[in-house]
């Protein structure tokens, strides 16, 4: 009803008490490709969807270092990331210089969503259309961290999470899976990761190494990002995996006919 009168400035109030120019930055998050997060005691694990402009062209990178520890997975407009990404390395780089040391998450991760809330306070720039998810380790306590933040300035920690187009899928999968995330080793993180990612995928199309991304930080374990034909050992275990579920449950079924067989047959005879 409002849009159109107070959608015009960021700093603006509609009469429902919203700002519109920041929803609008939010929906952008859900039209970039999907990307997923999730953590176990020792290990952060980020998955995502990279797009193509064309068959001729190289797919957009979704997944990028920040720092050993830290590595981010975006959703939304990669310029805007690029431009995150570069202030969240120069904060990590001055405290490496200043205290000799790597910057904790939780640090960094507020000053990011401070980053992200002030360009809601002010007419002169646009909120920032991208949503992160940050997978990092603290060096200290050498534990896990997931964040996700949001173009509205709010900042989450997660177990798992998922944001972009078709994430929804992937949300229902990690919340059905989340409780065995904790025990789970790097290699079953990353197949979850995996799987996930393939209810994202838009049409016919699959989930590939070419359109594929997952990157792992962790104990012990700096950030690393798998691609490519490194990706492909990881996508024939979900192949098999996936096997195996079909598998057991086709057992079940056959288990239930014949159940169902065996009680027919009792009632005929009585």
């Keep these: 009803m409002f849009r159109n009168q107070y959608d015009t400035d960021v700093?603006?109030?509609?009469?429902e008490g919203r700002l519109l120019q920041v929803e609008y930055a939010m929906e952008s998050?859900?039209?970039g490709s999907a990307c997923v997060g999730l953590r176990s005691k020792t290990h952060c694990v980020l998955g995502a969807l990279k797009r193509s402009v064309s068959e001729?062209?190289?797919?957009?990178?979704?997944?990028l270092e920040i720092d050993d520890h830290i590595g981010v997975g975006i959703a939304g407009l990669t310029a805007d990331a690029r431009s995150?990404?570069?202030?969240?390395?120069?904060e990590c780089l001055n405290a490496k210089y200043v205290y000799g040391a790597p910057i904790k998450p939780a640090t960094l991760m507020s000053d990011l969503a401070d980053k992200h809330q002030r360009t809601t306070q002010t007419y002169v720039r646009r909120p920032f259309g991208v949503g992160l998810l940050v997978a990092s380790l603290d060096t200290t306590r050498q534990t896990p961290h997931l964040y996700q933040t949001c173009p509205?300035?709010?900042l989450y920690e997660f177990t798992a999470s998922?944001?972009?187009?078709?994430?929804?899928?992937a949300r229902t999968y990690l919340e059905k899976h989340y409780e065995s995330f904790d025990d789970c080793t790097k290699d079953e993180l990353i197949v979850h990761a995996l799987q996930a990612l393939v209810g994202c995928v838009s049409g016919d199309d699959e989930l590939t190494k070419e359109n594929g991304s997952v990157a792992i930080v962790g104990?012990?374990?700096?950030?690393?990002?798998?691609?490519?034909?490194e990706l492909q050992p990881y996508l024939d275990k979900l192949e098999i995996t996936r096997a195996d579920r079909d598998d057991d449950d086709n057992?079940?079924?056959?288990?239930?006919?014949?159940a169902a067989d065996a009680a027919g047959g009792d009632a005929m005879e009585t």
């Design 11 to 15: 700093t603006v109030w509609s009469p």
């Design 29 to 31: 998050v859900k039209q």
């Design 56 to 63: 001729l062209s190289s797919h957009q990178k979704k997944i």
């Design 84 to 90: 995150l990404a570069k202030f969240m390395r120069n």
């Design 152 to 154: 509205s300035g709010n």
């Design 162 to 169: 998922a944001i972009g187009a078709r994430s929804q899928s």
């Design 219 to 229: 104990k012990d374990q700096k950030f690393t990002l798998i691609e490519g034909d």
């Design 251 to 258: 057992d079940d079924d056959d288990d239930a006919d014949a």
